[in-house]
């Protein structure tokens, strides 16, 4: 069983930037998507940003030129660069990985707090 761990997570001021990481105890080659969502209170979960096995990235609309997902095969780990973050980027965020074969996983979060 795969599982994904989020760390990374914290409180940052109104511009500022942290970076999220996530690793899976198997390998990241099993994983045909990997993601990042994040849920803040009250709100629906969103999906944030992808990246597929060959390196295709898509991005949600409001943290485009901001964030940056990126994926370190060799390290069994995805993360997510989060620049000029903003108090709507207040959430919970989740690693996620869908292996066409098995099915799909979720992290069990961490929490980003940005204050203005």
């Known amino acids: 069983q795969v599982q994904l761990v989020e760390s990374g997570g914290g409180l940052v001021q109104a511009g500022g930037s942290l970076r999220l990481s996530c690793s899976a105890s198997?390998?990241?080659?099993?994983?045909?998507?990997l993601a990042w969502h994040r849920q803040a209170p009250g709100k629906q979960r969103e999906l944030v940003a992808t990246?597929?096995?060959?390196?295709?990235?898509n991005y949600a609309d409001s943290v485009k030129a901001r964030f940056t997902i990126s994926r370190a095969n060799a390290k069994n780990a995805v993360y997510l660069q989060m620049n000029s973050l903003k108090p709507e980027d207040t959430a919970v965020y989740y690693c996620?990985?869908?292996?066409?074969?098995?099915?799909?996983?979720w992290g069990q979060g961490t929490q980003v707090t940005v204050s203005s």
């Open positions: 996620y990985g869908v292996n066409i074969g098995t099915g799909a996983y």
């Open positions: 198997g390998s990241i080659f099993s994983f045909n998507v």
């Open positions: 990246i597929t096995s060959d390196g295709s990235t």
